[in-house]
């Protein structure tokens, strides 16, 4: 598992949800070839609903409106969380129709609110029929990091390094202030 779907795994943990992770199936192509693809998580909440979660986070990768590469970019996104082979493996775990949730940075999909929503609001048209729902990591990590005490154990890596990080806030802080 890598570092981004550990922090989610984690922030899954958190809220309550039983969930599945790395779902492989088969893709075909346009002109007959296949691969594979994954559903990074597939996960069901206190309440019993169904959410399909694909995470998409590049560093410095940021969505530009109107450029080919960008406008690409988002039609790959929705086709992978839409297609059908995706939805046929989701039906062999449910018969629930899922709610879609992206999940990335406020710098890929814009810093700005109206940015962020323009995109978002492109997503949800091109994915016709299904329900998506925008989750960014810049708050769920905050979340963990309000969530993660000083004190305890903790066996995740992420919340060791969280609570690690405020030890070390607050030692910077009460050396700054004597």
């Known amino acids: 598992m890598e570092v981004n779907e550990e922090i989610i795994e984690q922030y899954l943990k958190l809220k309550g949800f039983f969930y599945i992770h790395d779902i492989k199936f088969k893709v075909w192509g346009k002109k007959g070839g296949s ?28 969505v530009t409106k109107g450029s080919k590469a960008s406008n690409k970019w988002l039609d790959d996104l929705t086709n992978q969380i839409t297609r059908g082979e995706r939805t046929e493996e989701i039906k062999k775990y449910s018969n629930k129709k899922p709610i879609k949730i992206i999940v990335s940075t406020y710098i890929c999909f814009g810093k700005s ?18 329900q998506v729902v925008f989750w960014y990591f810049e708050d769920i990590i905050k979340t963990l990091k309000d969530k993660t005490k000083l004190s305890g154990r903790y066996d995740s890596p992420i919340l060791q390094m969280i609570r690690l990080l405020k030890i070390t806030e607050e030692t910077n802080h009460e050396n700054a202030n004597t």
């Open 113 to 130: 609110d109206k940015k962020r929503r323009d995109i978002e609001d492109k997503i949800k048209d091109k994915a016709k029929g299904h």
């Open 35 to 62: 691969n594979y693809s994954n559903i990074d998580f597939l996960t069901i909440d206190k309440a019993g609903n169904l959410y399909d979660l694909e995470i998409k986070f590049r560093s410095k990768y940021k």
